[in-house]
């Protein structure tokens, strides 16, 4: 079965670091770049980040540049989220998301995960 | 960053009738326009790419149209499981930007 499956969320507090993991299943996972897409609670979609497919062309929004960092390992068809100085502001529902293409591209999510929820608060 | 605005917010129509929902860019994304649907508690679910074209296994009653920077999403005859959000998204440009969402009810 062609799958995305999140984990790694939590209740955090402000300042602290959380590492969430995506696993993939039944499809090429190093053929396709990847991303990960937010929502927080109530709200709409905001993408995050995205890798390419060999880690050569990474992005980020501007809302957590600096502070999350993108990574995937495809011997383990896994993506992964490493988030630090986390802020209220970033309580969301964590999505990952393949890609169409292999570098991202000028390409849209054809498959997402159910998303790991993540708590910022004291 | 593109600004995706959709409208309206919330539409309420029939079960049976037909549902327009309109996606505007801030500035041109060429055809480059994805439209997604979330049904509570679910992920987002791809319905169109490049603005026209139905994702695998989506039903024929989805249509999308539109270029530059006026697109539609059309559903005809809706069925109750229809009733969802529906998303619009750029991908024309970096960031990737989403519209804000458009609640489509029973009405």
């Known amino acids: 079965e062609v799958q995305l499956v999140e984990s790694g969320g939590g209740l955090v507090q402000p300042g602290r670091s959380l590492r969430l993991s995506c696993a993939a299943s039944g499809f090429t996972f190093d053929d396709y770049a990847m991303h990960w897409v937010r929502q927080a609670p109530g709200k709409g979609l905001e993408w995050v980040s995205s890798i390419s497919w060999n880690s050569g062309r990474i992005g980020y929004a501007d809302s957590v540049k600096g502070r999350f960092t993108i990574s995937r390992d495809n011997a383990e068809n896994s993506l992964f989220l490493q988030m630090n100085s986390l802020r209220a502001e970033d309580t969301a529902l964590y999505y990952c998301?393949?890609?169409?293409?292999?570098?991202?591209?000028?390409?849209?999510?054809?498959?997402w995960g159910q998303g790991t929820l993540v708590t910022v608060s004291s | 960053e593109i600004v995706m605005t959709q409208s309206p917010a919330t539409l309420s129509v029939s079960p049976g009738e037909r549902a327009t929902l309109s996606c505007r860019a801030s500035q041109s994304v060429s055809s480059r326009l994805a439209w997604y649907q979330q049904k509570p508690g679910q992920a987002p679910r791809l319905l169109i790419n490049?603005?026209?074209t139905r994702a695998t296994g989506i039903p024929a009653r989805f249509s999308g149209s539109g270029s530059v920077t006026e697109f539609t999403l059309t559903i005809s005859s809706l069925q109750s499981e229809d009733f969802a959000v529906y998303y619009c998204?750029?991908?024309?440009?970096?960031?990737?930007?989403f519209g804000q969402g458009t609640k489509l009810e029973i009405k």
């Open positions: 998204q750029q991908y024309n440009h970096w960031p990737r930007t």
């Open positions: 490049g603005a026209s």
């Open positions: 998301a393949k890609d169409i293409g292999s570098d991202g591209d000028y390409s849209w999510f054809d498959l």
